[in-house]
């Protein structure tokens, strides 16, 4: 199927998000009825098997390239005995740089990933589908400027049974979001 934007080509039957709410997580579906018309708009979303939830066996059985998906890393920020919260938007062809530039902005003695018990509950959403759409209003969400960039990205849903496609200006002008140059590490170099 050729999408609307004609970047690409999948099996994939994408829809307006909010003619879809059984496929949302309920912090998503409010965060995007809380959106002005247009941007709301350009949120569409898909059915997938929830056991290809997963960037890799998602891209692999649906035919998306990697570079057209985007992964939603949660990372536990400390310092003096706090934890801080934090979401990283990176290209699924690259990995968060959780222990150099996210802990450096955080303004964190350690950043690791958060345990995924933590950043479920603290979500509302279901591992595997952690999406920016929606979570705490406290937390920063920190884009890879790639990714801003990115005319149409595939990103969770809440849920592990569907899956975002939206503009990367988007996850941009999320009210918590910082776009960094160089969040994203190339996978070859981690």
Known sequence: MLWHDGSMTSPLEFGPAMER????????????????????????????DPGLADTAAFCEHYGVAPAESANCVV??????????????????????????????????????????????AATGMEYGGITPVGLPPDWPVLVDEAVAKTPAVIVGSGIRGSKLRLPGRLLAALPSAQVLPGLGIPAAQV
């Open 75 to 120: 990372v536990a920020a400390r310092r003096g005995g706090q934890t801080r919260y934090a979401a990283c938007m990176v290209a699924a062809t690259t990995r968060a740089d959780v222990n150099g530039l996210v802990r450096r902005h955080l303004d964190a003695r350690k950043a690791s990933f958060a345990p995924v018990a933590d950043a479920t």
């Open 21 to 48: 709410p059984e496929l949302l997580a309920a912090p998503v579906l409010a965060a995007l009825r809380g959106w002005a018309g247009a941007a709301a708009q350009d949120v569409q979303v898909t059915e997938i």
